[in-house]
Structure formats: structure tokens, C-alpha cells
């Protein structure tokens, strides 16, 4: 294996563990909307390990361009990882942001089952987890798979926000939470729509060819 193919093995391998933290912080950011607060040093720790990683990132992609001179298929890559990184790094920003903004949140349980925020926060889960698939398989089923579910976080996301302001408007005692909270559900929805990102940036990467949010077309 060449110097090069070792620094393009060793970008791809810091993608995935860096995908695999905000997964985990994804789901550390639903675990505690849903429940009690977790342990924030944990939260801040991981927040470090994708800052570091991010910076990582950029500093192979540097070394490769110094030193190398990458064909098309592999300047796609470099750039994409780029990108990914950047998306990743901003999921992690957004989750970390939910914890802080979840221990605001008093009485939430009331309005996070009414508006079923659980399945909203399941499901942005599972797009997280299905977009660090697709950058392992590039498999075109987990790729529509991930827009579908975009879609549907953004109409549940968009039904639960006009559920609880018309709840604010009636019951004032729920103005704060319903605030906090719909400031959250935002922050879910944004994931999502890193997530989709990231899911463009690899299709990118493996089929030189850009497509737009709204029309998954996975056709050559």
C-alpha cells in the first residue's frame, strides 16, 4: 500500500469514528429530552473528540493535496470528507445544544407525550444511523431510505411545533416549555437535514453526479 493510499485509508477510517460519536450524541441528546439529565462531562467529552477529529480531518486532506496529486475519483472523496466533516461537526453542535436546552424544559413530559416527541427524536436517531451506513455500504436502498425519513421528520417536526403553540396560546403555564421546547425540535429537524447532507456528499463522491434534497433520484 502507497503513502497515499494509506492517508486516504486512514481519512476514511477517522470519518467513520468521528460519525460515530454524533451518533452517540444524538442519542445522548434524545435520552435526555426524554428523561432525566445526563451526565454532562460525558456530553462535553465526545463534543471535544469531534473537535479534535474535525481538525484532524482537515489537516490529512492538507497532506494530501501537499504531497500528492489525487485523481478525479479521489479529489471527490477529500473534498466530500471535507464537507461531511463540517455537517458532522455542526449534528454534534445541535445535540449538545438539546441537552443544554432539555434541562429547561420543566414539566416536559407532559407536552413530549402529547406531541409524541419520542418517535420524532427515535426517528432522528435512526437517520443518524442510517447516514453513517451509507458512507460504509453506499448502498442506494439506505440512501432513499434517508431522504424518506428526512421528509417525515420535517412533517412530524412541523405538526408537533403547531401542536404546542396552540397549546401555549392556551394554557399560558406551558409558554416557556413549549418555547424551549419547540427551539429543540428545530434542532432535531436541522440534523435530519445534516444528515441528508451528508448522504448527498457521498452520493457525490461515488457517482460524480449532484442531487438536489428534493429529488433523491439514485438512476445514473
Request: some cysteine; overall charge negative; aromatic content about 4%.
Amino acid at each position: 500500500m502507497t503513502h497515499f493510499e494509506i492517508e486516504l485509508e486512514k481519512l476514511n477510517n477517522v470519518i467513520v469514528k468521528i460519525g460515530s460519536l454524533a451518533e452517540s450524541q444524538v442519542s445522548e441528546s434524545v435520552k435526555a429530552l426524554l428523561s432525566e439529565p445526563i451526565e454532562g462531562k460525558e456530553v462535553k467529552k465526545i463534543e471535544n473528540k469531534i473537535d479534535k477529529l474535525d481538525v484532524k480531518i482537515d489537516e490529512i486532506c492538507q497532506s494530501i493535496f501537499a504531497l500528492q496529486q489525487p485523481v478525479a475519483s479521489d479529489l471527490r472523496f477529500i473534498m466530500g470528507a471535507l464537507q461531511i466533516s463540517n455537517e458532522i461537526e455542526r449534528i454534534g453542535d445541535l445535540a449538545v445544544s438539546i441537552i443544554k436546552r432539555a434541562k429547561n424544559i420543566k414539566d416536559k413530559h407532559d407536552l413530549v407525550s402529547k406531541f409524541e416527541i419520542a418517535d420524532l427524536g427515535r426517528q432522528v436517531e435512526l437517520i443518524t444511523a442510517k447516514t453513517n451506513s451509507y458512507f460504509l455500504t453506499r448502498d442506494e436502498h439506505t440512501f432513499a431510505e434517508i431522504f424518506s425519513l428526512n421528509a417525515a421528520i420535517k412533517n412530524k417536526s412541523e405538526e408537533a411545533i403547531q401542536g404546542i403553540i396552540s397549546e401555549m396560546k392556551s394554557h399560558s403555564k406551558t409558554v416557556l416549555s413549549g418555547t424551549n421546547l419547540v427551539i429543540v425540535i428545530k434542532h432535531l429537524e436541522r440534523i435530519s437535514d445534516h444528515c441528508s447532507n451528508i448522504a448527498e456528499h457521498v452520493y457525490f463522491i461515488v457517482y460524480a453526479k449532484i442531487i438536489k434534497h428534493e429529488n433523491p433520484n439514485t438512476e445514473s
